[in-house]
């Protein structure tokens, strides 16, 4: 015990000096120097920069079976021994989207001319250029000299990485708008499939409550009932198989649309569960047990409300996440959809009506006015006491308040009718 004590104050004392900092040894004040930008730091994980692109000239297919060509001017390290395959791959996102091979063919390093002919369409955007050089890969002569220069090319680094700077540019003017008018016609169509099928749903159930179809006798025809909502479901969940596929039948479209994808999920999803909805309340009015078939590929689950309101939302986040032009208000909704299906209350402007006066479901009506938007004669003021003076009578030139409505740009809300 005494000897272990009688050691420590020694070792304390010999660690002090390894602890100061010589004061010839201080870092200069100032910013740290730091590496060119080639694409990633210089030496990231052992080695630099061995491709470059000096000039990058993008080519538009003159014909619809025509493949898109990039055409590139490309630098390669000296390093690189002649003969070596460096494999190129295209990224949108972090997404590999196209990948070809370039052979460094002779002993000239600058300004090396590469026609890459796409073998895909591929949708607008910038794209980088990732490079790989895989040992297994190369001939034997190659490996010999790669695995010679271990300093170049570090055995733990392999394949050796890299992102060649700067990005190609893919598409034109005319491309863009191309693929952004096909993105929204994309998702329209299948959004506005799913609003059109629960439609049908919502008026065959209306009809049942009213004791018009699904019932006899003042009772719900239990098998009619049955097989209609099987069917329903069926339709569905082929409407939601075909949103899921998607990704596979427009590769370039869903890459650039992800976040739109996502909801038109859950719009899948909402749509299925407001139908289970709607059939439960029809179980409910007639007694009868509720009949909930299992169906493939038909998926009901989602947390959050469904209803007009928020289906309505969703739809019109999907258009503006897909860029689609602004609709006018007379062209919301399905004709022939229920009154509390999606665009089916209000979708038609009145008769002699502007555009731009149609019907908003969105719009408050006057008897749904928020507190804090106006308030009925007599209900006091904003700090609650009830013998508060009646608010002023609003002026001729005053019949429309100042608050626009949510997701209507420009509309704004009007002023509740004195009771």
């Not at 694409?39 to 630099?48: C, S, V």
């Not at 700067?166 to 929204?184: F, H, M, R, T, W």
Request: net charge negative; proline share 9%.
């Amino acid at each position: 015990m005494s000897r272990r004590l009688a050691i420590l104050p020694c070792f304390v004392f010999a660690s002090l000096p390894a602890l100061a900092q010589d004061p010839e040894e201080e870092k200069p004040e100032g910013p740290e120097e730091k590496p060119k930008d080639e694409g990633r730091p210089g030496n990231f994980e052992g080695y630099d920069a061995y491709f470059e692109i000096r000039d990058v000239k993008y080519v538009r297919p003159k014909g619809s079976a025509d493949p898109q060509t990039i055409e590139l001017k490309v630098n390669v390290s000296p390093h690189v021994p002649r003969g070596t395959k460096i494999h190129l791959g295209l990224e949108l996102f972090g997404l590999p989207v196209e990948e070809t091979d370039y052979v460094l063919k002779d002993e000239n390093r600058t300004d090396l001319p590469f026609t890459w002919k796409l073998t895909k369409r591929i949708a607008t955007g910038e794209y980088m250029v990732r490079t790989h050089i895989h040992l297994d890969k190369q001939t034997p002569a190659v490996q010999r000299l790669i695995k010679q220069n271990a300093k170049v090319f570090p055995p733990k680094s392999e394949p050796w990485s890299w992102y060649a700077k700067p990005p190609i540019k893919v598409g034109s003017k005319d491309e863009e708008a191309q693929e952004a008018s096909a993105l929204c016609e994309a998702y329209t169509e299948l959004m506005d499939k799913l609003i059109e099928h629960l439609g049908q749903l919502l008026e065959k159930l209306e009809a049942a409550k009213k004791g018009e179809e699904l019932v006899k006798d003042g009772t719900l025809d239990k098998d009619a009932f049955e097989k209609y909502v099987l069917e329903w479901r069926k339709g569905q969940a082929a409407i939601q198989k075909e949103i899921r596929a998607l990704p596979i039948k427009q590769e370039a479209l869903f890459l650039k649309s992800q976040s739109a994808f996502a909801n038109l999920q859950e719009l899948g999803k909402m749509v299925a569960k407001r139908g289970v909805q709607e059939q439960k309340v029809v179980s409910d009015k007639y007694k009868v047990a509720f009949y909930n078939p299992g169906v493939q590929d038909f998926g009901g689950r989602y947390q959050y409300k469904c209803d007009k309101e928020a289906l309505n939302k969703k739809y019109q986040n999907i258009r503006t996440l897909v860029g689609c032009p602004e609709e006018p208000a007379e062209g919301e909704g399905d004709p022939g959809a229920s009154p509390d299906s999606p665009g089916g209350e209000g979708a038609k402007a009145e008769e002699g009506a502007k555009p731009d006066e149609a019907a908003k479901p969105e719009e408050a009506k006057p008897d749904e006015a928020k507190p804090e938007d106006a308030k009925p004669e007599g209900e006091g003021d904003r700090g609650g006491s009830p013998n508060a003076p009646p608010p002023e009578e609003p002026k001729p030139d005053e019949g429309k308040a100042g608050k626009k409505s949510p997701g209507k740009k420009g509309a704004d809300k009007k002023a509740p009718k004195k009771k």
